[in-house]
């Protein structure tokens, strides 16, 4: 059974920091590019950060660029969303996503809600 799995949301005041973790199972996840997305109320899903499979490549929203930054750890099936500097309108849940490399087979996480408020 496909799983993703985030961790690490929570309430955290602007400027502060965050890291959040998403763990795969039930797929070849080194097969898998990964992505966050994150939704706000009343607004579509949007891309966040993305990385290939390998971990080489990264590509980041231009809202994030510079105090995000995503990484990978494939013998730990992990993907992560390191979040600095955060402001009140990164307020929103966020997902991972795999997509396989070549077929685009998608999976989504749960989702893992992140608060940025004084």
């Known amino acids: 059974q496909v799983q993703l799995v985030e961790s690490g949301g929570g309430l955290v005041q602007p400027g502060g920091s965050l890291r959040l973790s998403c763990v795969g199972s039930?797929?070849?996840?080194?097969?898998?590019?990964m992505s966050w997305h994150r939704q706000a109320p009343g607004k579509e899903r949007e891309l966040v950060a993305r990385?290939?499979?390998?971990?080489?490549?990264?590509n980041y929203a231009g809202s994030v660029q510079g105090r995000f930054t995503i990484s990978r750890d494939n013998a730990k099936s992990t993907v992560y969303l390191d979040m600095n500097s955060l402001k009140p309108e990164d307020t929103a849940e966020y997902y991972c996503?795999?997509?396989?490399?070549?077929?685009?087979?998608?999976?989504w996480g749960q989702g893992t809600q992140v608060t940025v408020s004084s």
């Open positions: 996503k795999a997509a396989h490399r070549f077929t685009w087979t998608a999976y």
């Open positions: 990385i290939t499979s390998a971990g080489a490549i990264t």
């Open positions: 039930g797929f070849s996840f080194s097969n898998y590019d």
